[in-house]
């Protein structure tokens, strides 16, 4: 058995990854990760050409990706996105609850047809099943939403304007039984900012009667895999 130390270990990774790297199999963005408020350092990975054309031949339906360097803010809300998959995991883990499925935006969107016959997609950044314990039958669903403070509140608004229009085709709740709540995970580089922004959606979600009372949660981006499991089963 090996009994790599923690140090030999993360020798052995930076070494892979290199050998990875000079093979072009992986390629690194020249930034350095970051994020709001943030003041970690590491490095960031994408699949290069060779590591594209490996996918490819064992996933005949992949198309060719020319590898480009991504927009800072692009890579700030993925890995926002990618650290709240892990805080809910750790939070379930931590409070004996279960995660019982967790899929990201390619995997959680919806495809339907709107009244109009027009084909419509609603682009979740998460879609999460809580379950209070292990193995309970009873789980709870939500749509999350990232937002670092990068969009307007009437963009916003919009984006819940989509969830509504969804919600009234009764797709969901035909294929599910319900309509998961949606949440908004959201932060911004000032905590000023942030919780200015959090209070103006709250303010413009309850000043409508489009929006139904308790279908939408608003929490800071560090704070909300712990609001939605202390808030698990509440309406």
Not at 162 to 173: F, K, L, P, V
Not at 225 to 232: D, G, H, I, K, P
Request: one cysteine or more; a neutral charge.
């Amino acid at each position: 058995m090996d009994h790599q130390t923690d140090a030999s270990a993360a020798r052995t990774c930076r070494r892979v990854l290199a050998r990875l790297r000079g093979l072009r199999v992986l390629g690194v963005l020249s930034r350095r990760i970051g994020g709001i408020r943030s003041g970690s350092e590491g490095m960031i990975y994408y699949v290069d050409a060779v590591g594209d054309r490996i996918l490819r031949q064992q996933h005949p339906s992949r198309t060719r990706k020319r590898p480009e360097e991504p927009s800072a803010r692009f890579v700030d809300h993925t890995l926002a996105i990618a650290d709240l998959a892990v805080n809910f995991l750790q939070e379930a883990n931590t409070r004996g609850a279960e995660v019982v499925r967790l899929a990201p935006e390619h995997e959680a969107r919806r495809r339907y047809t709107d009244f109009l016959g027009a084909p419509q997609t609603l682009k979740p950044d998460l879609y999460v099943e809580l379950a209070e314990h292990p193995g309970d039958q009873d789980v709870e669903a939500y749509f999350v939403e990232v937002d670092l403070g990068q969009e307007s509140l009437p963009t916003l608004l919009g984006k819940c304007n989509a969830y509504e229009a969804y919600r009234r085709t009764g797709t969901e709740q035909r294929a599910y039984g319900s309509f998961p709540r949606i949440v908004w995970a959201m932060d911004a580089t000032r905590i000023q900012t942030a919780e200015r922004r959090r209070d103006s959606l709250r303010k413009g979600l309850d000043g409508s009667p489009s929006y139904p009372p308790g279908a939408y949660i608003i929490a800071p981006l560090h704070e909300t895999a712990t609001c939605l499991m202390e808030s698990y089963g509440r309406e």
